[in-house]
């Protein structure tokens, strides 16, 4: 945890729904959203706003707009799903979509 709420952190996406906050300095433990946002390659990172996950549903939104939906916390092959997202990111350019979907990192779909 670097802070509660400071705005120096611009580029340190936001953790939903991540259980209790603990003090500044601590480390959160056994949050599906610190583990999404601690695997997010850097060429990713900046470009995320907050990661979230509400039961079997994990996604992360991204800074230009929309989100990407990575599925069950529980199951994602986390790399190869944020490799497709970070694929499918890039590819889009400017262009901002409402969704990427990697729960079949292979397969992922674009929503308009």
Known sequence: ???DEEPFALYVPELVNAGPLPDAGATIENS????IAGALPESL???????????PDARFALRAGGEV???DPATIDLDDALAA???V????GDRVVSYI?????GAPVVGP
């Open 1 to 3: 945890v670097l802070a």
């Open 69 to 71: 939906r990575l599925g």
């Open 89 to 92: 990111r890039a590819s889009l």
């Open 85 to 87: 997202a970070e694929a």
């Open 101 to 105: 979907d990697v729960r079949v990192p």
């Open 45 to 55: 990172t900046g470009h995320v706003s907050s990661v979230t996950v509400d039961g």
């Open 32 to 35: 599906d959203a610190a583990r």
